[in-house]
């Protein structure tokens, strides 16, 4: 598990990804490298996720472009790679 002060040198994309998986799961202490499965998501919860950071992050991350690695640090880098909703721009 990582401390909040690790989360402050990581990049605005994993630290935004990393909030929401946190407060989706209620896992404060969920660092950017712990399977969010292995950590109390369902697939619901989950959903939920991916959902909160394509509406926040305005981007589409869907689960199969995670390629079955479900950390906070790997989603945020299918966000980084996600087009732009174009809801949000």
Same mark, same amino acid.
């Given at each position: ?14 630290? =935004? ?6 407060? !989706? /799961? #209620? @896992?404060?202490?969920?660092? %950017?490298?712990?399977? +969010?499965?292995?950590?109390? =998501? ?6 939920? !996720? /991916? #959902? @909160?950071?394509?509406?926040? %992050?305005?981007?589409? +991350? ?13 989603? #945020? ?13």
């Amino acid at each position: 598990m990582e401390t909040d002060f690790a989360v402050a040198s990581v990049g605005t994309t994993e630290a =935004a990804v990393l909030e929401i998986v946190r407060e !989706v /799961l #209620a @896992r404060p202490g969920l660092g %950017l490298d712990d399977d +969010v499965f292995d950590n109390g =998501a369902t697939s619901l919860s989950f959903v939920l !996720v /991916l #959902a @909160r950071i394509n509406r926040d %992050l305005h981007v589409t +991350v869907s689960a199969a472009a995670l390629a079955g690695v479900a950390t906070p640090r790997n989603i #945020a880098v299918c966000a980084g790679l996600a087009p732009a909703d174009s809801k949000g721009a």
